[in-house]
C-alpha cells in the first residue's frame, strides 16, 4: 500500500497556485450562448459550464470580444475548429469533459493567457500550441499523457505546468535560457526515470511526489525554492537538493532515507523539512535540528 501526503498539507506549506481568473467589467458575462451572441459587442466572458452539451455551436466565432470562456463539466469529446477565430480570447477554461483532443486551431488563440484542461482523456497536444507565446499556465492533470508535450518548452512565456496525475513513466527535459518556468508538477504519474537540465534562471518549484523514482538526474541552474519528493522509492537524497541555496521547502516523507549527507547544512534558507515515514534514526534527527537554520521546522 502506498501512502500519500494530503492535499491539506502540500497547500500549507506552500506550492504555487494556479491564479485566479481575470475580472471583467459587470454586464459582460453570459451565460446562454444566444444572450452572447445577442450581445455579441459587450460579451467578454461565456460561462456554459455543468450543462451536459456534447458540443459547442461553430456560432461561437461571433463573439469577437470574447475573452473568458468556460466550458467546464459538459460531456464535450471535440471543440470546434471555430475556437480558433477568438482572437480576444485570454482564458479557456474546460475541465471535466471527454476531450481526445484540441483542434489546431487554437494556436491561432495568440492572446490565450491559461488553459485549464484538467480531467479530460487527452494523450498529445497539436504542434501550434507552441503558437501559444503569452500562454502563462496550463493544467493538463488527470488525463492521458504518457510522453511530454514538447511542444509546451516552445511558449516562452509559460510559467505553470502541471500534469500531474498522467501516465508519464520517463522524462527528460531540457530546459533551455530564456523560458519564464516557475513551477512544474508532476506528481502521481508512474515515473521510473526523471532527468532535467535546468539553464533557465526562473524554475522555483518541482514536483514529483508519489511515483516510483530511486534517483533523479538534474543539473544546471540552481533556483529551486520548493522540491516535493514524498511517497518515490528514493534510498538518499539526491545529490542536487543540496545545491540548491535557496531552497525553503523539501517534502522527503514516504521514502525509504536513512541517512542524510552533511551537505544539507548548506540549506541556508531552508524554512520546512517534511520527514514523515523514513528510515532516519531520532540521532539522525537531532543532528539536522543542530546544523540546519534555527527557524526551520522540522516535521518526522
Known amino acids: ?24 467589467p459587470d454586464g459582460s458575462e ?43 463539466k459538459n460531456n464535450l ?18 475541465p471535466q469533459n471527454q476531450l481526445n483532443g484540441l483542434p489546431k486551431e487554437l494556436g491561432k488563440c495568440i492572446s490565450l493567457l491559461k488553459v485549464d484542461a484538467e480531467q479530460n482523456k487527452l494523450s498529445i497536444l497539436p504542434s501550434s500550441i507552441e503558437r501559444l507565446q503569452k500562454l502563462k499556465e496550463i493544467n493538463l492533470s488527470q488525463n492521458n499523457f504518457s510522453t511530454f508535450p514538447y511542444s509546451l518548452l516552445q511558449c516562452r512565456s509559460l510559467q505553470h505546468l502541471n500534469l500531474s496525475q498522467n501516465k508519464l513513466r520517463e522524462l527528460n527535459l531540457r530546459l533551455t535560457s530564456g523560458l519564464a518556468l516557475r513551477e512544474l508538477n508532476f506528481s502521481k504519474n508512474q515515473l521510473i526515470e526523471l532527468k532535467i537540465s535546468n539553464s533557465s534562471d526562473t524554475l522555483e518549484a518541482l514536483n514529483v511526489s508519489n511515483n516510483y523514482l530511486e534517483e533523479i538526474s538534474y543539473s544546471g541552474n540552481n533556483t529551486l525554492k520548493t522540491i516535493i519528493l514524498n511517497n518515490n522509492q528514493l534510498a538518499t537524497i539526491p545529490d542536487f537538493v543540496y545545491e540548491q541555496r535557496n531552497l525553503e521547502l523539501l517534502i522527503l516523507s514516504y521514502n525509504p532515507i536513512d541517512e542524510i549527507d552533511l551537505k544539507i547544512s548548506n540549506l541556508g534558507r531552508l524554512k520546512t523539512l517534511i520527514l514523515n515515514n ?12 543542530k546544523i540546519l537554520p534555527s527557524n526551520c521546522v522540522i516535521t518526522y
Open 30 to 72: 453570459f451565460y446562454t450562448l444566444e444572450n452572447a451572441i445577442a450581445n455579441k459587442e459587450q460579451c467578454q466572458s461565456l460561462v456554459l459550464r455543468d450543462l451536459a452539451l456534447d458540443s459547442l455551436s461553430y456560432r461561437v466565432t461571433a463573439l469577437q470580444e470574447l475573452r473568458f470562456l468556460n466550458l467546464k
Open 1 to 24: 500500500m502506498r501512502l500519500f501526503i494530503t492535499p491539506l498539507l502540500i497547500a500549507a506549506v506552500h506550492v504555487a497556485t494556479f491564479a485566479q481568473n481575470i475580472n471583467y
Open 77 to 94: 469529446t471535440v471543440l470546434p475548429a471555430e475556437i480558433g477565430t477568438l482572437a480576444k480570447l485570454e482564458e479557456l477554461f474546460i
Open 278 to 289: 523514513t528510515q532516519l534514526t531520532s540521532e539522525t534527527i537531532e543532528s539536522l535540528k
